[in-house]
């Protein structure tokens, strides 16, 4: 059992949100003391307003200069678009931090828009070779932490089920031009770039994610030849390296075992 992943459920979203501030400050807290550093990746979705709290904003344990943020996903529009991850985040956190705080944010380059997706993939994987290592010496990189959404359709970052994406091993950074979630061009980071994480969190609220959850943790479509679901295959491959931070709503009906404190 101590090889699968964590489902934790929370009565409230504010206690949703107290609980993963203190994973998040956990995770960073390591990281600093193993390299000085805390590499962070972060999806779109309802996910960065989850991170707005005191908890984690207004946190002593906070290091925001030791911040390096990175992208999951993101939409090919410009920084300043609504349906930008950046600008998402920046409305939703980042304008929120304290004043003096100077985390590192990674964006995708706006001068390559309207060019190949495949370039702007490209270049976004030769930032995360500056940070991480060069591609001759390290065969994926390393992030801390992985903040994921999960889709109705079992979906994370933009990878989607069925996608031929989901078989990309060499890529770190990958392009996807037919998102069934729109906008249809994003880059996105790879399954192994995902699953090679130190620890990967979902948060997944709402009724409108019973019936995916139900799907990813209490049935087995690998076993029947059903469709594999992106998150499935996360807490497959990852299996106690991953937390779920889920509500009462989100979880109804789901057998699997869940935990109520960190
Ligand atoms: O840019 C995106 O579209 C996201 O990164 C995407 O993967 C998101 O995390 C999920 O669709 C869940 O979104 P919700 O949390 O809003 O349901």
Request: hydrophobic share 40%; net charge negative; proline share 8%.
């Amino acid at each position: 059992m101590s090889k699968q992943p964590s489902l934790y459920v929370f009565p409230t979203k504010e206690e949703l949100q107290k609980n993963l501030a203190a994973y998040i400050l956990r995770a960073q807290t390591a990281a600093i003391k193993r390299h000085q550093k805390f590499r962070v990746a972060v999806s779109g979705g309802s996910l960065p307003a989850m991170l707005n709290h005191p908890a984690l904003i207004h946190s002593p344990a906070a290091h925001w200069n030791a911040w390096e943020i990175f992208f999951a996903d993101e939409r090919c529009v410009p920084l300043d678009h609504p349906d930008s991850n950046y600008y998402l985040l920046k409305k939703e956190f980042l304008s929120h931090l304290p004043h003096g705080a100077k985390p590192t944010v990674v964006t995708i380059d706006e001068s390559l828009l309207g060019g190949p997706v495949q370039e702007i993939a490209d270049t976004y994987e030769q930032q995360l070779v500056k940070y991480f290592a060069a591609r001759d010496t390290v065969k994926l990189p390393i992030f801390d932490l992985m903040l994921l959404g999960c889709g109705p359709d079992g979906h994370t970052c933009s990878l989607f089920p069925g996608h031929e994406l989901l078989r990309e091993d060499v890529a770190w950074v990958a392009p996807i031009e037919d998102s069934p979630k729109p906008p249809p061009k994003r880059i996105t980071l790879t399954l192994p770039v995902v699953t090679h994480a130190l620890k990967i969190a979902f948060v997944a609220t709402g009724e409108g994610k019973q019936e995916v959850l139900r799907k990813i943790f209490d049935e087995h479509p690998e076993l029947d030849g059903g469709e594999v679901l992106p998150c499935a295959l996360v807490n497959q491959a990852a299996g106690d390296k991953v937390a779920w931070f889920c509500d009462e709503a989100a979880v109804k009906g789901v057998q699997y075992p869940k935990k109520s404190s960190l």
